[in-house]
């Protein structure tokens, strides 16, 4: 069983940066599709990124492409998801999940979840 642990998050202002983390432990992630999704009040959670195993291919949602990049070190055992140009709709709690099987962005689809780490954009 893989325990993910994200890190990272805080408060950050309007078009502003933040790099959130997530450490993998237990078991090697290297050979899985990860992703990252976020949670903000009264919303269902959201898929933001997604990565394949070794890099080569990254998914965006439209309302983060072009700000946030994805991106992996398998010899960390690690995930990452730079934040530019932050704004205030981007706050929510955001997870890092490994990819079991169905569509890359549906929650339904992943296997395993970190805690969360909450992101909060003042304006």
């Known amino acids: 069983q893989v325990q993910l642990v994200e890190s990272g998050g805080g408060l950050v202002q309007a078009g502003g940066s933040l790099r959130l983390s997530c450490a993998a432990s237990g078991r090697t992630i290297s050979n899985y599709f990860m992703g990252w999704f976020r949670h903000a009040p009264g919303k269902e959670r959201e898929f933001v990124a997604a990565i394949t195993w070794n890099g080569g291919r990254t998914y965006y949602a439209d309302s983060v492409k072009g700000r946030f990049t994805i991106s992996r070190d398998n010899a960390k055992n690690a995930v990452y998801l730079q934040m530019n140009s932050v704004k205030p709709e981007d706050t929510a709690v955001y997870y890092c999940?490994?990819?079991?099987?169905?569509?890359?962005?549906?929650?339904?689809?992943?296997?395993?979840w970190g805690q969360g780490t909450q992101v909060t954009v003042s304006s």
């Open positions: 999940g490994v990819y079991g099987d169905g569509y890359y962005y549906s929650e339904r689809s992943y296997a395993s």
